[in-house]
């Protein structure tokens, strides 16, 4: 077998490990797992910790009534349970209208430095044991809190990873793929804690023991990733609880979704090279695995791979192996082909969801090469337009 053919059949293979041959590994070595040992369900606490609820808002006038809505909804003792919003850098209404709240803490400096900075700053007047961070556009469920802090009851767990959802995952399009790559997302964040610990956490909600935060640099695109994975170096878990979620609308349309991956994109390969101790497998085990896995290879091989498939094909009609290669070929092609017919629909607004999923899986691989571009044009920064809404 010639350099070009081994080099192109590892790279089919690592593509269908990185987005569905990890997933089907992890099932079956969860089933191993939980047949030996199953897995405990902790009960809630007789004498529940106090909580904060930290809300880092720039500029969330609009959403202000009905996440303060949500909020005094959880069902939490409300002795226990302390609000706290950090507005640094808002130049609209928000503090304005969340002083109409008694009890609820607002933090607030007139400049932007980021969310990374904004959460560094509220940290460090917060006292409470365990801090649930969310998001100003995103409602939790009532007993979000309570099944968070249940999970704290394992003593080895030092992170709480809730499960995001995505509204109107019924119509077709961007919500719609977005919505089924975030159950696959998150079905996959389920087994890597059933297994050992979930990779990462999401900012729409997660949860810390206060004790175990560490100060991030401020120019830190995914704070929550990074923040959560440095809990795990220190030797604690990641649990994900599913039972705990915070539901947020999808991006407006692809535009705005691609602020969204170039942002993800850029902050995973910052990620990547501030983790990289995480990558000593001799170390971190099983964890390494999993963050390899899940993570590593999605933000930095997998999408250099994915471009090199076709020229490598190409170059292999002429191996004397044809009917083979020219089989791949036109296998590549006609995906390549479906993606472009998606990428069409979307931008008449005709938008159909078969062809829908090769483009939007292009259009994420795609945007980590813009992410990538970001990184080393923007240094030093970690403001962010946000994404809007629909």
Known sequence: ??????????????????????????????????????????????????????IAAWNEQDVVAGKMANCLALNYPADRLRIMWIT?????????????????????????????????????????????????????????VREIVRCFEDPQVGCVAGEKRV????????????????????????????????????????????ELWRTLPEDTLLDDFVCSMLIAAQGCKIAYCKDAYALETPSADMREEGKRKRRIAAGGLQSVWRLRKLLNPFRYGVLWFQYVSHRVLRWTLTPVVLVALL????????????????????????????ALAGWAL???GHRNRLLFVPYYFLFMNLNVFRGAWYLATHRGRGAWEKARRA
């Open 88 to 144: 640094d850098g808002s130049t609209d209404r928000t503090g304005e209208l969340l002083a109409a709240y008694p009890g609820v803490t607002v933090l607030h400096d007139a400049r932007r430095g980021g969310k990374t900075a904004a959460l560094n700053r509220a940290l460090e007047f917060i006292r409470t044991p365990l801090v649930v961070f969310t998001d100003a556009n995103t409602m939790l469920n009532p007993e979000a």
């Open 167 to 210: 509204a109107g995952t019924d119509r077709a399009g961007a919500a719609a793929t977005e919505g089924v790559y975030w159950k696959y997302e998150s079905k996959l964040k389920e087994l890597d804690y059933r297994l050992h610990s979930a990779v990462g956490a999401a900012g729409e909600l997660f949860a810390v023991r206060r």
């Open 346 to 348: 979307e931008r008449s």
């Open 1 to 54: 077998m010639t350099t070009a053919a081994i080099l192109f059949w590892a790279g089919i293979f690592l593509v269908f490990y990185t987005y569905l041959g990890y997933g089907i590994l992890l099932w079956m070595l969860v089933k191993v797992r939980e047949a030996v040992r199953p897995a405990l369900r902790r009960d809630f606490p007789a004498d529940p910790p106090e909580v904060t609820l930290l």
């Open 311 to 338: 020229p490598l094909n190409v170059a292999l009609l002429w191996s004397g192996h044809p009917a083979l290669y020219g089989t791949t070929l036109a296998l590549q092609c006609a995906f390549y082909l479906a």
